[in-house]
């Protein structure tokens, strides 16, 4: 290829990359696409227009398929955050379910009824009072 076809080539290239917005594997993907179409191109017409051609082409094809496997791995990834966020709603809706309706196998809870006698603090009074403590175990 002569120099400046390279040099036009690998300038639509990095255009591709940059107007698709692509991530680092895209990226990997489209060099890799159109170093192969490049090759292609260049072995069926042994001229540089038509490994140019090849090259663009196998550009924007590798870089499709940067993007496939990309979106195919969101997907993935937002489908396996929202199985553990319902996950949590669930554990904590049934957590608190057992604590409130006292089937809470985990953790029980006791109360226990005190009387405090009549007593002076700082000067005052108090009279006799009976206090609810609540212990879990």
Not at 75 to 89: L, M, P, R, V, W
Not at 112 to 119: A, D, G, M, Q
Request: proline fraction near 1%; glycine fraction near 14%; include cysteine.
């Amino acid at each position: 290829m002569g120099s400046l076809m390279r040099n036009k080539f690998v300038y639509l290239v990095c255009l591709v990359l940059v107007f698709t917005g692509c991530t680092f594997r895209q990226a990997g993907y489209t060099v890799a696409g159109a170093a192969a179409g490049g090759g292609i191109g260049y072995a069926v017409g042994h001229n540089t227009k038509d490994a140019v051609i090849g090259g663009l082409g196998g550009a924007l094809i590798g870089n499709l398929a940067g993007q496939w496997q990309d979106k195919s791995e969101k997907t993935k990834h937002d489908k396996d955050y929202q199985d553990g966020y319902n996950q949590a709603k669930l554990d904590v809706a049934l957590k608190n379910w057992n604590e409130n309706t006292g089937k809470d196998t985990g953790s029980k809870k006791e109360l226990y009824s005190i009387t405090l006698p009549k007593r002076q603090e700082d000067g005052i009074l108090l009279d006799e009072q009976e206090i609810t403590l609540e212990e879990k175990q």
